[in-house]
């Protein structure tokens, strides 16, 4: 006969799903910090970017360059 504890069961397996679903959120998540290379300071004036696709954009002050 063996006893187990149900409550203590749950818990784990609660704590568990919690770690997966962040260490995915992580994974996911840092293709998209690493292709930001920084943030605007200032603008003056009116400033349109490029990015390599070829979609132009206004730059605002705060915008987030990315790599390339």
């Given at each position: 006969?063996?006893?187990?504890?149900?409550?203590?069961?749950?818990?784990?397996?609660?704590?568990?799903?919690?770690?997966?679903?962040l260490?995915?959120?992580?994974l996911?998540?840092?293709?998209?910090?690493?292709?930001?290379?920084?943030?605007?300071?200032?603008v003056?004036?009116?400033?349109?970017?490029?990015?390599?696709?070829?979609?132009?954009?206004?730059?605002?002050?705060?915008?987030?360059?990315?790599?390339?």
């Amino acid at each position: 006969m063996q006893i187990v504890n149900r409550e203590t069961t749950m818990h784990d397996e609660t704590r568990l799903l919690a770690a997966g679903l962040l260490l995915a959120g992580l994974l996911f998540s840092g293709a998209a910090w690493s292709a930001q290379a920084g943030r605007v300071q200032f603008v003056h004036g009116e400033v349109e970017v490029t990015d390599t696709a070829g979609q132009v954009r206004t730059m605002l002050k705060g915008g987030a360059i990315n790599e390339g």
